[in-house]
């Protein structure tokens, strides 16, 4: 799928990967993987980089320049492609995390993954990444960021899938349509997570 780009409220100092990357500084997954701040906030920079240019090459982003997004993933292709992030230069992640935030990192990913392919019909809209800078948090950006594409899935009859790591972002979601399906702490005594499900408003109804 042609990667779709559109911009909501364009204005803002710094990328947009910078924002993402301030967005989960602290969000304690990160915290767990990178425990050293300066390394986690250079690896989310990067991170974020790299996951607004596979969006915009494969899926969907919903973009306040220099504020936040909102990545997608369609429902042709809504699970992460290991060739196409490979050339989108994921290779470089162990590199960049380096080992010990690989060890607690790789098994969490796998059973992300796990739970992604057995919660949610195999068409669905992915969630991906939804991040707004901390300032503008609570400002109603990050709804203004989802609303485009959850319309596009109620019209075509197709449920949404994300994963989240706070509990406030659990009632966020909660809020707008999606329902928690699986909850547990990643592998090697990590912190908590959440997955979620949001029916289509045509089921819904």
Known sequence: MDATR?????????????ALAQAFLDEPGAVWFTPDEPRRLRFLEWSFRAFLAYGRR????????????????????????????????????????????????????????RHHRELVERRHWYLMVLGVHPPEQGSGLGSSLMLPTMRRSDEESLPCYLETGTEVNVRF????????????????????????RRPPATAAA
Not at 6 to 18: K, N
Not at 95 to 111: I, K, T, V, Y
Not at 173 to 196: D, H, I, Q, T
């Open 6 to 18: 559109q911009s909501v409220h364009p204005t803002g100092a710094g990328s947009t990967a910078d």
């Open 58 to 113: 494969y899926g969907v982003v919903e973009e306040s320049e220099g504020r936040g997004a909102a990545i997608w993933l369609p429902p042709d292709a809504p699970f992460l492609r290991s060739f196409d992030a490979f050339r989108m230069g994921y290779w470089q992640v162990p590199f960049r995390m380096g080992l010990g935030s690989m060890r607690r990192f790789l098994p969490s990913m796998r059973l992300m993954d």
């Open 173 to 196: 979601y909660s809020r707008r349509g999606f329902e928690v399906v699986a909850e547990g702490n990643l592998p090697g005594g990590g912190p908590k997570y959440w997955c979620m």
